[in-house]
C-alpha cells in the first residue's frame, strides 16, 4: 500500500499527464506534428485545384506563393475572413440587382404614364422615342455607378486581404492580377469546406 506522500506524487503526476493531454486537445496549434500533417493537407489540395487550372493562369501561380498561401491558412481566421468578404459581396450585388430593377421599372412606370395621357398615336410614338433615349442614357449612368461600387469592393477584399498577410493580394486594377485573385480565393473558400483529420 503507498504512503500518502506517494499517493500524492501519483495523483500529481496523473493530473499534469491529463493537463498536457487536455491542452493538446484544446489547443493543437502548439502540436508540430499537427501543424505538418494540416500544412501537407492544404499543400497537396491546393497543388489539385492549381492543376485545374487554365495554363495561362497555372504558370502565373508559383508553387511558392501556394506554399506561403497554405502556410497562411494553418491560421483558421482567414478562412472566417473570406468567408465574410463573400457574404459582404453577395449582399452587395444582390442590392445593386435591386437598384438597377428599380430604375428600369421608373422607366416603363413612366412610359405608362404617356400612354395614359397622350392619345395622339403620332405625339406619344415621338414621345416614347425621347423617353427611350433619356432612359438609356439614364441607365448607362446607372450601370456605370453600379460598376464602380463593385471595383470599390473588390478594392476593400483585396486591402483586407492583404492586411491579413494573405499572399497574393494587394490593391490594383490590373485584370489579370484581380482574375488570379479571385482563383486564390476560390481556392481558401473550397479549403474552407474541406473536413482536415489529422488522424488519417
Same mark, same amino acid.
Given at each position: 500500500?503507498?504512503?500518502?506522500?506517494?499517493?500524492?506524487?501519483?495523483?500529481?503526476?496523473?493530473?499534469?499527464?491529463?493537463?498536457?493531454?487536455?491542452?493538446?486537445?484544446?489547443?493543437?496549434?502548439?502540436?508540430?506534428?499537427?501543424?505538418?500533417?494540416?500544412?501537407?493537407?492544404?499543400?497537396?489540395?491546393?497543388?489539385?485545384?492549381?492543376?485545374?487550372?487554365?495554363?495561362?493562369?497555372?504558370?502565373?501561380?508559383?508553387?511558392?506563393?501556394?506554399?506561403?498561401?497554405?502556410?497562411?491558412?494553418?491560421?483558421?481566421?482567414? /478562412?472566417?475572413?473570406?468567408?465574410?468578404?463573400?457574404?459582404?459581396?453577395?449582399?452587395?450585388?444582390?442590392?445593386?440587382?435591386?437598384?438597377?430593377?428599380?430604375?428600369?421599372?421608373?422607366?416603363?412606370?413612366?412610359?405608362?404614364?404617356?400612354?395614359?395621357?397622350?392619345?395622339?398615336?403620332?405625339?406619344?410614338?415621338?414621345?416614347?422615342?425621347?423617353? @427611350?433615349?433619356?432612359?438609356?442614357?439614364?441607365?448607362?449612368?446607372?450601370?456605370?455607378?453600379?460598376?464602380?461600387?463593385?471595383?470599390?469592393?473588390?478594392?476593400?477584399?483585396?486591402?483586407?486581404?492583404? @492586411?491579413?498577410?494573405?499572399?497574393? /493580394?494587394?490593391?490594383?486594377?490590373?485584370?489579370?492580377?484581380? @482574375?488570379?485573385?479571385?482563383?486564390?480565393?476560390? /481556392?481558401?473558400?473550397?479549403?474552407?469546406?474541406?473536413? /482536415?483529420?489529422?488522424?488519417?
Amino acid at each position: 500500500m503507498a504512503s500518502d506522500s506517494e499517493e500524492r506524487e501519483i495523483i500529481s503526476q496523473d493530473s499534469l499527464t491529463e493537463d498536457s493531454s487536455a491542452a493538446q486537445t484544446i489547443d493543437p496549434y502548439h502540436n508540430q506534428e499537427y501543424l505538418q500533417r494540416k500544412l501537407y493537407f492544404l499543400l497537396e489540395n491546393l497543388k489539385k485545384m492549381h492543376t485545374n487550372l487554365p495554363e495561362q493562369y497555372q504558370m502565373r501561380i508559383s508553387f511558392e506563393l501556394l506554399a506561403g498561401l497554405a502556410n497562411t491558412l494553418l491560421n483558421d481566421t482567414i /478562412f472566417e475572413i473570406a468567408k465574410g468578404l463573400m457574404e459582404i459581396q453577395h449582399v452587395t450585388e444582390a442590392h445593386l440587382m435591386q437598384v438597377r430593377e428599380k430604375v428600369e421599372n421608373d422607366h416603363q412606370l413612366e412610359v405608362k404614364q404617356w400612354e395614359a395621357k397622350i392619345q395622339d398615336p403620332e405625339e406619344l410614338q415621338h414621345i416614347i422615342a425621347l423617353m @427611350k433615349i433619356k432612359h438609356g442614357k439614364n441607365m448607362k449612368e446607372t450601370d456605370m455607378k453600379l460598376v464602380l461600387h463593385l471595383d470599390q469592393k473588390v478594392k476593400d477584399q483585396q486591402s483586407t486581404l492583404e @492586411k491579413a498577410g494573405v499572399p497574393g /493580394f494587394y490593391v490594383t486594377d490590373n485584370v489579370k492580377e484581380i @482574375k488570379i485573385q479571385m482563383y486564390l480565393l476560390d /481556392f481558401i473558400l473550397r479549403l474552407s469546406r474541406l473536413k /482536415f483529420e489529422p488522424n488519417k
